[in-house]
């Protein structure tokens, strides 16, 4: 069966950036030899690929609709089971094909514009696995099939975000894009789980059948999950940041991730919601409002920007935004061909970008006179409406207190309790720590008294100590811990009332 | 640069003062549209040229010199041969390269002879770790070097048989012991080299404590001396609050800085500036920090207050700030110029700009340095603010520092430790454990844990203490001579036999061959090669070809001097060997402001240093003026789609939806046809283009309608009057020697380049057009010529131009290499004919110039055809793909002043500038003198630009293409918030051979030296050694070499001839390096051409 061809499709570049990673990464090819044989074989798996999929829309045009596939089950335990199936319908078929040729185009444009670059195998292998996890998601039949794809992509842009690796600014902005799309991963993952609990698998196909049947709630919670995803993944608000700052890369990996093809991710999976979007009303508006929202802030911030990618990059924002907004209005048509005319576009737009210069001479038309005087809305504008800095102060930051007290609370009682040996204490602190016996100084009567009692009690102490033995000093030495830890954790008020609470709901 | 203080006491004046001294360190980049070749070190140019790059290196950390290993490649490939290495050593008057260090019966020994050795061979001392590992991977001690040749191997292996060595290994080992005994050190390797001896035992009793309380407290404030002694020069206080805390507060402010500069400077990529943007950067950005919030997200300590009391006058802020952070005055210069060095490219570009206040355009943005520097020091200590607080909880400022780690000395060491250098693991946690607690707790601690801490680590660094006496070791100094004795042969007795003062001597040798000595003497070798091929061509060449007095030319064809122009009027001449050429600067004496019909503003078309007091339009030709409005329109609703596809489409939100959708099946098509067929796509553009929107014809505007209105730069006057014109033709003929034997024709060819995706697209266009187009320059001139009034004032002046001669301009694309004739239809009828054969000769010209550019091309075949060759090079113009759409000036590295006798025949590889001139017209050398002020600087700033960015293209050109990002208009970045990058991409350098420009001028060596003396600025360029400098005898063909050192001097080399070739083709044909000279049979003068 020519559907049965499918799953090549995704496996070609697969393969190619395989190979290419095979064959660059241990010997270091050099020269244009090496060149011609990487971008050849890139560009000949995609051909591959486009034909295979101009096939398959040819075949569908001519007898109807196509079913999806399945090659069976992937995984399987007790209810849970992932299959290995894609679907063909319309829209699946439509995107991997403009995926296909605008990604045989870039690969195309690289292999010229890359010429001699130290990173050109990285780079080209990069690019393939990409293009792979591109066809994986609108290919996948089933929610986990579009994870692997989802994650593949968001490795791919975090590799060549770094591209310089050499330059700080490069490996800071693709580790905080890398991170951020971490927490569209949890949405996803909670979706996936959800759906599994009261579907029993993620197929899109039992999705769209069994919306109707189960709990509104239910419905809910896998449309948010997934809808998280979706935002994270194509920069909407309040993830919007990580994508302004993902502009690190070569000039081809900057227009096909950002400006065309990654970006679109997130829409794509709303449209295949498209049967569960139906259901969760309350989420739709929720979509409809971030997507406006998004769609004004790139508008809004947009006009400032004075370097050609970024003013891209937040023109792209408002358009994806748009898309969000018609996907919350109900109208997934319009959405999916906005979608596709759009990543047309911005792939030009993104390539030629280092001859914007010459295309536009001219100064911008400048803001309405209204707007163009108002200071504060200007800081905002160009400060990004500190959307970075407020989730850096409202989540990381407080994430990472939260984490340090964590580690020292592992490291402190849990290993503890635990018996794994702790953190070793350099001999240097407990040398220290001695001499401060020696300090005890007090002043007038009970300063005496207290001089004249400590080094008794120290004695004491000590004798205990040294008679005891090991075991006694374990025990002492542990609950000094303990209480070294509670004491701290005290200190925060965050714990202080969580006991309170705690306290009155026993009391309760 | 602390001179600036001398004695003024006027804080306003100092700093006024140290903004004039910024343009010796920053670079000097105009706006990227206007991209003009200049010295990357302009700022150093007063200095001899090794010194200023070993002043550029001290100031900013960049080597200027080529790394040496590719040095030494060249050397092995034969590029640089022995004798230029002698030569060179020699010429360096401070190596004393003739000095005998070691003068026995059995051999003598010349500091020559280390220097050569050091030079091949890498003798560089090592750690003790690389020479353990030497030991044991390559059994070092044992075996000769593996770079020793196998004669010196043999050589040394004979001489010691004869003492009685058994074999390679007695030889070699018996060689180690002596390197070691003859610097008193053991040739036993034992564990310690590597780890050092065992740290001594400081005892756990009282006396010791104290001691080492003692020596924590003398260490600590040694080191904080040193520190604070830094400040100011070289570092700021970021540098010392890295080395304090391992934070850096300039990342912290990087972007914020970033962003307001760029909207400030912005040329019109944004649509929105800050409102107060009118009043100055320092008043704009104020007036947008109390609206910021990221700070006070960022839990930044008294911000608020500090901006509050910021006074109104930026350098009152500069002031006070300079003094709260408790910065001297003495060090404001060192302070301010290294705050602005922190981002070289855009500090560069604000002061590029307050320069020149009258900036195209952009007059009402003041842009004054004092503001840049103000709010760069109102972040810097609001940033410090935040730090200081956090760690010491005190305010930022030095003697704030100072005051606190003179109270906790162990706390400066560890910290000092934990941050500059690597600790071993174990201590390295508990240092940092020290910081992480210091951070977490709310009150100051007391020092125990930090001395315990302290101690520690100086103990662990007492060996290294040690090792810094000036006591010899095995690593760094046996090791050196060890190499040097097998490369020069000598065996272990012999360096037994060297006393004391020999040893020194040989490690004087090492210390005198520092990085940068040795840079310039590989540089000097390798010019040397290439210049006396050069001269060998010269002087081969001399007499060869001379044109026949009685034969008319057929055309003479003006060139811009250019070097990419030497291929094409190599392959004219060999094409039709009747036609002259000639090579003038590209703007052929007419320095004007040029408006063409489509632009929307004027541009100077003349060299950068002149400003042009005339202004020039282009104009519909007389009866077109409907036709004109027509394209007028249409051009508009061209510009109208433009602007849509490409800024609605990000700006705004429907109608960019609209744009969008609408436009991307377009888009789309474009992209394909770029990419996959971009010769055919460019076609079908213009074609479509034409169809749309007809060509208009025009004529130039030149004539002054109002000659009584003076022409000032300030007030360009419109047209010259007839005066300035013959003034103007005059002058370009006497300068090229063209003063008699016209041809019917003569053709001026301006060029310029055209490339699709290339921000760095006036790189590639004229240089004597300030980066522009120098077609309408040739066509004014041929507009000027052609006048019958102008010829008869010429007449009048002793200039006959016959009836006949009819001028033409043109412009010479060196992209693709077409050609653009312009006027032709006001070419008299009889001049007709021949000009279409012209026009045929140039196209085939065009496309053997193409052949020859192709071999260079990485994607072209190297058997490419003439015809597919131009093909070749149409399509890189027009792919979207393309990063070297072609090579701009890549490999130039001659200019040739002088009759073209002198180089007519030979072939250069496009490497020379061509300058027409005939020493015989000019006895007093007025007209040289003219020459050599325009070309010198041209020349030598795009020499210098590309041998700076090629010898270090991360620090001084602006690397690679593929990260750039173009920012407001003038200049690009790398991503979206770096610094501005200047210089020359990556792919603009690949191939280019970094060598100082050798000029070589036809004339006597008196005249020659009195223009050198006469003119500051070229004594400046030559005197220093920034050029080259080089006397052809016009009557004979001795040729001498003038040194800044020791004058002119008679170059006489026996040098083997270049060979002789039929053609050039012959020559260059599979080859795809640089080539030397070569002698070409064709191309006699006066033959006739061979027009297919």
């Known amino acids: 069966m020519l559907t049965d061809l499918i799953a090549l499709v995704p496996l070609f570049p697969l393969l190619a950036a395989l190979l290419i990673a095979l064959y660059a990464l241990p010997g270091r090819p050099r020269g244009d030899a090496a060149e011609r044989l990487t971008a050849r074989g890139a560009l000949f798996a995609v051909t591959l690929a486009f034909a295979l999929l101009a096939a398959l829309i040819v075949s569908a045009l001519i007898f109807g609709p196509l079913k999806p596939v399945n090659f069976g089950t992937w995984f399987a335990a007790g209810a849970i089971e992932i299959r290995l199936s894609f679907v063909l319908d319309g829209l699946s078929l439509t995107a991997a094909l403009g995926v296909a040729v605008i990604g045989w185009l870039t690969l195309f444009f690289s292999a010229q514009y890359m010429h001699r670059e130290p990173g050109f195998h990285r780079f080209f292998a990069v690019l393939c696995l990409f293009l792979a996890a591109m066809l994986f998601i609108v290919l996948a039949g089933n929610a986990v099939l579009m994870f692997i794809g989802w994650e593949l992509s968001g490795l791919a842009s975090f590799l060549l975000i770094g591209y310089a690796h050499e330059r700080a600014t490069a490996t800071r902005n693709a580790v905080r894009a890398f991170v951020t799309n971490r927490i569209g991963d949890a949405g996803f993952l909670l979706g996936l789980a959800i759906a599994y609990r009261y579907l029993g698998n993620t197929e899109w196909i039992t999705i769209a059948a069994g919306a109707g049947a189960i709990s509104h709630l239910a419905v809910g919670v896998v449309v948010f999950g997934f809808v998280v995803a979706a935002m994270a993944k194509s920069a909407q608000l309040p993830f919007t940041p990580w994508i302004a700052r993902a502009l690190e890369g070569p000039t081809p990996s900057s227009a096909i991730f950002y400006g065309s093809l990654m970006i679109h991710a997130g829409v794509y999976l709303c449209l295949r919601l498209e049967p569960l979007l139906a259901h969760a009303p309350v989420i739709m508006g929720l979509l409809a409002a971030i997507g406006l929202l998004t769609a004004l802030y790139g508008w809004f911030v947009g006009l400032t920007q004075s370097d050609v990618k970024s003013a891209l990059i937040f023109g792209t924002i408002t358009q994806v935004g748009l898309m969000f907004l018609w996907i919350g209005l109900g109208a997934f048509d319009l959405a999916a061909w906005h979608l596709g005319l759009h990543a047309m576009f911005r792939a030009y737009q993104f390539l030629a970008a280092p001859s914007y210069m010459h295309h536009t001479g001219t100064p911008a038309r400048p803001v309405p006179r209204w707007l163009g005087r108002r200071q504060a809305l200007y800081t905002a504008a160009l400060e990004r409406l500190w959307v970075e800095a407020f989730t850096d102060a409202t989540v990381t930051r407080p994430a990472q207190v939260l984490a340090a007290e964590m580690r020292s609370f592992d490291d402190q009682v849990v290993s503890r309790l635990a018996g794994t040996p702790a953190e070793q204490h350099a001999p240097e602190d407990e040398a220290a720590s001695k001499g401060v016996q020696d300090d005890v100084r007090g002043h007038g009567l009970a300063g005496a008294i207290l001089e004249w009692i400590a080094p008794r009690l120290h004695r004491v102490e000590q004798r205990l100590l040294l008679t005891g033995g090991a075991g006694v000093q374990r025990t002492f030495r542990a609950l000094g811990g303990y209480l070294e830890v509670v004491e701290r954790l005290l200190e925060r008020p965050r714990y202080l009332i969580l006991i309170i609470v705690i306290a009155l709901a026993a009391a309760l | ?1092």
């Open chain 2, 1 to 1092: 640069m602390s001179h600036a203080a001398d004695n003024v006491t006027d804080p306003r004046e100092i700093l006024r003062r140290i903004v004039a001294t910024l343009e010796h360190v920053l670079p000097a980049q105009a706006s990227i549209r206007d991209f003009v070749h200049h010295n990357t070190l302009h700022g150093f140019q007063h200095l001899p040229f090794p010194e200023a790059l070993a002043g550029a290196r001290r100031l900013t950390g960049a080597s200027a010199w080529l790394p040496e290993a590719r040095f030494r490649d060249f050397f092995h490939a034969g590029r640089i041969l022995e004798e230029d290495l002698q030569t060179s050593l020699s010429a360096v008057s401070m190596l004393a390269a003739d000095e005998v260090i070691v003068d026995q019966p059995a051999f003598t020994l010349r500091r020559r002879d280390v220097y050569r050795t050091a030079l091949l061979h890498p003798l560089r001392p090592v750690t003790a770790a690389t020479l353990a590992w030497q030991v044991t991977e390559h059994e070092a001690l044992t075996h000769f070097q593996a770079d020793v040749s196998r004669e010196m191997q043999q050589l040394l292996r004979e001489r010691t048989r004869r003492q009685g060595a058994a074999n390679v290994h007695a030889t070699i080992e018996d060689l180690w012991r002596a390197c070691c005994e003859s610097i008193g050190v053991s040739p036993e390797l034992s564990d310690d080299s590597i780890s050092g001896p065992a740290p001594p035992d400081t005892g756990h009793d009282e006396a010791g404590a104290l001691w080492q309380t003692r020596l924590i407290r003398k260490e600590a404030m040694r080191l904080l001396d040193a520190l604070t002694a830094r400040v100011g020069d070289p570092w700021t206080l970021r540098d010392l609050l890295m080395v304090l805390t391992g934070e850096d507060i300039f990342e912290q402010t990087r972007e914020h800085l970033i962003r307001h500069v760029a909207s400030h400077l912005d040329e019109g990529l944004a649509a929105w500036h800050n409102p107060a943007r009118k009043r100055g950067f320092y008043t704009a950005w104020r007036a947008s920090a109390g609206d910021e919030n990221t700070w006070a997200l960022s839990d930044l300590p008294e911000w608020r207050q500090h901006l509050e009391r910021l006074p109104e006058d930026p350098l009152e802020t500069i002031a006070q700030e300079l003094q709260l952070l408790g910065v001297k005055p003495v060090r404001w210069a060192g302070y301010l110029q290294r705050l602005a060095l922190e981002l070289p490219g855009w500090s560069g570009m604000f002061l590029w700009r307050h320069q020149r206040p009258d900036y195209n355009g952009q007059r009402d943005v003041p842009v004054n340095m004092i503001d840049y520097l103000a709010v760069r020091l109102v972040l810097e200590r609001i940033h410090a603010q935040g730090l200081c607080r956090r760690h010491w909880r005190m305010e930022a400022s030095l003697p704030m520092l100072r005051w606190h780690f003179r109270r906790h000395p162990a706390e400066l060491i560890v910290r000092h430790a934990l941050f500059t250098t690597s600790l071993p693991e174990a201590l390295h946690w508990q240092a940092q454990k020290r910081v992480m607690r210091a951070l977490a707790s709310a009150r100051e601690e007391n020092d125990r844990r930090w001395i315990a801490t302290a101690q520690r680590i100086l103990t662990h660094r007492a060996p290294v203490t040690d090792a810094a006496s000036p006591r010899r070791s095995r690593h760094e100094h046996a090791w050196p001579l060890f190499r040097l004795a097998q490369h020069l042969g000598l065996t272990g007795s012999e360096i037994r036999s060297l006393d004391t003062a020999a040893i020194n001597a040989i490690f004087e040798c090492f210390d005198r061959l520092d990085p940068d000595t040795a840079g310039n003497v590989w540089l000097c070798a390798y010019e040397g090669n290439y210049r006396d091929q050069i001269f060998a061509t010269l002087k081969a060449n001399h007499g060869r070809v001379e044109w026949p007095t009685q034969i008319r030319p057929r055309a003479q064809l003006v060139f811009c001097m250019d070097d990419r122009e030497e291929g094409m009027r190599r392959h004219v001449e060999e094409v039709a060997p009747d036609i002259q050429t000639l090579g003038a600067a590209g703007f052929f004496g007419v320095a004007m402001n040029w408006r063409g019909l489509d632009d929307l503003s004027s541009a100077a078309l003349c060299p950068v240093v002149v400003t042009p007091a005339h202004a020039i339009s282009e104009v519909p030709a007389p009866g077109k003026e409907l036709s004109q409005q027509l394209h007028q329109r249409r051009l508009d609703w061209r510009r109208r789609l433009r602007e849509l596809a490409h800024r609605t489409s990000h700006r705004g939100l429907l109608g960019a939806t609209a744009t969008t959708v609408l436009g991307a099946p377009l888009a789309l098509l474009v992209l394909m046809g770029r990419l996959l067929a971009p010769r055919s796509t460019g076609h079908l553009v213009r074609k479509l283009l034409m169809t749309f929107d007809p060509c208009v014809s025009t004529r130039v505007a030149f004539k002054a309608v109002d000659a009584a209105t003076p022409a000032t730069p300030e007030h360009p006057r419109a047209g010259f009057t007839d005066a300035e014109q013959a003034e103007r033709v005059r002058g370009l003929l006497r300068t090229m020697g063209l003063t008699s034997r016209f041809a019917p024709l003569v053709v001026l060819l301006g060029h310029g380049s055209s490339s699709e995706n290339n921000p760095h697209l006036a790189a590639y266009d004229c240089g004597a057009c300030s980066g522009r187009h120098g077609g309408p320059n040739a066509r004014v001139f041929a507009a000027m010529a052609n006048r019958p009034e102008i010829r008869v004032r010429l007449a009048e002046q002793g200039l006959s131009i016959p009836y006949d001669t009819w001028f033409i301009g043109a412009e010479h694309n060196t992209g693709d290499d077409s050609i653009l004739w312009y006027d032709e239809d006001l070419v008299p009828e009889e001049a007709r004919a021949r000009a279409t054969e012209l026009k045929m000769i140039l196209a085939r010209a065009g496309r053997a110039h193409a052949q020859e550019r192709c071999r260079r091309f990485a994607t072209a075949s190297p058997r490419l055809s003439p015809e597919r060759a131009v093909r070749h090079v149409a399509g890189r113009v027009h792919d979207l793909s393309q990063a070297r759409p072609e090579l701009g000036h890549v490999t130039n590295a001659c200019a040739i002043i002088g009759r073209r006798d002198v180089t007519r025949g030979a072939f250069f590889d496009r490497r020379a500038f061509l300058v027409s001139y005939d020493p015989m017209q000019d006895p007093e050398g007025d007209i040289l003198e003219n020459i050599l002020l325009a070309v010198g600087p041209v020349g030598a700033g795009i020499s210098l630009e590309y041998y700076f960015s090629t010898v270090n293209n991360e620090r001084l050109g602006c690397s690679t293409k593929v990260m750039h990002n173009i920012t407001g208009f003038l200049g690009v970045q790398e991503g979206t918030s770096s610094d501005l990058r200047t210089g020359l991409p990556q792919q603009m350098i690949e191939i280019h051979e970094a060598m100082r420009l050798l000029i070589v001028i036809e004339a006597d060596t008196g005249v020659i030296s009195r223009l050198i003396e006469r003119q500051p600025s070229l004594r400046e360029l030559i005197g220093n050694g920034w050029v080259q400098v080089a006397a052809k005898d016009p009557r004979s063909s001795r040729i001498d070499v003038f040194s800044p050192e020791h004058g002119w001097q008679n170059w006489q080399k026996e040098i083997e001839a270049p060979p002789v070739v039929a053609r050039s083709a012959d020559w260059f044909t599979r080859h795809r390096e640089a080539l030397p000279p070569a002698l070409l049979e064709q191309g006699r003068p006066g033959e006739h051409a061979n027009v297919d």
